[in-house]
């Protein structure tokens, strides 16, 4: 087992071109978010993706002994240190794998991920009630959320600077209140993943079609895929999804 270079991440890059992976793992890799990248060797056969928080990404050849006997330890590790530890897997196979190695030890779920089809047809929704503004985000906004606050950005990007100047949000405010939000839980050069939230009193007002079609046009404007994901369970999240031109889920799954 190796971890690779920074200067290696073009080439991990290359050897991924095709393979659906996680919006986390272009961060790592272009660079917008602390990370690490193991691999069974230069000619990376078997790669695992580790953010700073604790969650992985695993893709390759599933044959690898000595790299699946790295991998399980780091899991149980971090299990018996408190530590986070939410494994994306990359195919049916590597999830028999893991199931195999820890069927009684791991939790197992389902997810979708959708494509987004740019010439399909969104109404235009972006006109606001009065007395309702939209704001980027940025230090000041996030210092008010209730959703995705100072911990929220420090968890996932690292600091609200780092964030500030890689990725991007917006949010609608009813007169100084945050009421609903959209960010990029996770961005790279090329994508952007959706994170969502509205406030429980403001619901029902269609405000999350609003800040997601905004940020679906910033996105777009900037050459930047949006991307959509969420639990096969959450019905709420997979109509709205619809609903601005996300299409054609592909299941996936992540262990806890």
Known sequence: MIILDINEYKNVKKKLNGTRCPTFIYSILDGYIPGKVYADSHLYQTVLFETTIGIYYIVGATENVEFNDFFFNLYRKRKEEGLRFTLFSS?????????????????????????????????????????????KLNSTVIENSQEFDKNYYVEYWGSINNYEEKGFGFAILHDAKVISECTS?????????????????????????????????????????????????????IKLAKKLGFTNPIKYSIFT
Do not use: M
Request: charged share 25%; aromatic share 12%.
């Open 91 to 135: 195919s049916k196979i590597w999830d028999s794998v893991i199931l195999g190695e820890f069927e009684k030890e791991i939790r197992h779920l389902v997810r979708f991920s959708f494509n987004y089809d740019a010439n399909k047809e969104v109404a235009n929704v972006i006109k606001l009630p009065i007395n309702y503004s939209l704001k």
């Open 185 to 237: 839980i996770f961005a790279s050069e090329q994508f952007a993943e959706i994170d969502i939230a509205t406030h429980n009193d403001y619901r029902g007002q269609g405000l999350a079609k609003i800040i997601a079609k905004i940020f679906i046009n910033h996105s777009l404007k900037n050459n930047i895929i949006p991307r959509w994901d969420c639990d096969i369970s959450n019905t709420t999240s």
